[in-house]
């Protein structure tokens, strides 16, 4: 049971991918639950796929925080040999932001899978250390907004009532790093065609760029498809902005959006309570106005196309809520964790894909 499962939920997140894709999905279970093993069975099934590192700092010597490497993934039969008897090169990037303090090779299967499907893939490091729940009990209605602008953008934000300042520099910003990047790989990988993410300008060619991200990364992700018209949304864990005081959703979800409202799609567990309970999270996601698309779908015990909903759930696996909901050291605790990664999680997603594009 837990294995047909786990299928669905690979078959889940495969379907958030293409705009008009479908995929068949096989799955092996893995050696032990580590982390180790699971990764070594990930690029197993997924042998055509080249993933490496770049730190921060040597696309921009100016980047000084956060220099943990980003992570890049690419299937060089598909991009570079245009293999006939693979998918096609997508001509996207598929730019994966995690969640509060990640660092290092995270969501491997599902980035290995999108590199399977034609894309270029990106896992960015960017200054992700403060949580944009941060702003949950802020007065000022815009504070979760200008709280990410200043990640994303670079600048300076006010939240938690004045008391507290994000500032970011310029060079240390999402953008920024993205673009440094792309430069530096166009120079580096001149085969694989990186700069075409790129306008001429040197700014991001999103239209280009499908973006998704678990918790805060997911959040980032949403408001990026707000301000700037994007190949796809993809939320995990997300989005979760909710502001207490005012008992309403963040601002920004209900902004006129550059990105066409059917392109989003978001994914959660149902006892993922983190930063906002579930009746807040379906209020986040009424705002952006994804519950015209139809109800949310169980992605376990129902079958794709999920009645094209843009709202998928699941309830694999079931953790045993506790009181607890966070450790002495202010994280999460054990069953929040689990609840709230496990759309992404790397250990979750058993590998053995084998995927195919149909209209």
Excluded at 50 to 69: E, Q
Excluded at 184 to 189: S, V
Excluded at 326 to 350: F, L, P, R, Y
Aim: aromatic share 8%; with cysteine.
């Amino acid at each position: 049971m837990a294995k047909k499962t786990i299928i669905k939920i690979i078959y889940a997140a495969v379907l958030l991918f293409a705009t008009i894709a479908r995929a068949d999905v096989t799955s092996t279970p893995t050696p032990s639950n580590t982390n180790e093993n699971v990764q070594t069975q990930i690029e197993l099934e997924h042998p055509d796929v080249t993933s490496f590192s770049i730190l921060p700092s040597a696309t921009d010597p100016a980047i000084k925080t956060f220099d943990d490497p980003h992570w890049l993934y690419v299937n060089r039969k598909i991009v570079v040999e245009q293999k006939p008897e693979l998918p096609q090169d997508r001509h996207q990037l598929l730019l994966w932001i995690t969640g509060t303090g990640g660092k290092g090779k995270t969501a491997v299967a599902f980035c290995s899978l999108a590199a399977d499907l034609g894309y270029h893939v990106v896992t960015l490091m960017y200054p992700d250390d403060i949580p944009a729940s941060a702003c949950a009990n802020d007065s000022n209605p815009k504070s979760f907004e200008n709280f990410r602008m200043a990640i994303i953008k670079g600048g300076q934000a006010i939240y938690q009532g004045g008391r507290k300042t994000i500032s970011i520099e310029r060079s240390e910003n999402i953008e920024n790093r993205l673009i440094k990047l792309l430069l530096f790989l166009k120079e580096k990988r001149p085969k694989e065609h990186w700069e075409q993410f790129l306008n001429d300008d040197g700014t991001i060619k999103w239209e280009s760029i499908a973006i998704a991200g678990q918790s805060q990364g997911g959040g980032h992700a949403a408001l990026i498809g707000i301000k700037h018209r994007v190949a796809r949304v993809l939320c995990f864990g997300s989005p979760k902005d909710f502001n207490k005081k005012f008992n309403a959703p963040a601002t920004y979800y209900s902004e006129e959006s550059a990105t066409p409202k059917n392109r989003f799609f978001a994914f959660n567990h149902r006892q993922d309570s983190v930063a906002c309970t579930q009746e807040q999270l379906f209020r986040n996601l009424k705002a952006l106005e994804l519950d015209a698309f139809g109800s949310p779908v169980d992605a376990a015990t129902e079958n794709p196309p999920y009645n094209h909903t843009r709202i998928l759930t699941t309830s694999y696996p079931v953790v045993t809520e506790t009181s607890e909901k966070q450790t002495a050291d202010g994280k999460n605790s054990e069953w929040e964790s689990t609840a709230h990664t496990s759309v992404i999680a790397t250990k979750m997603q058993t590998a053995g894909n084998k995927f195919g594009h149909i209209c």
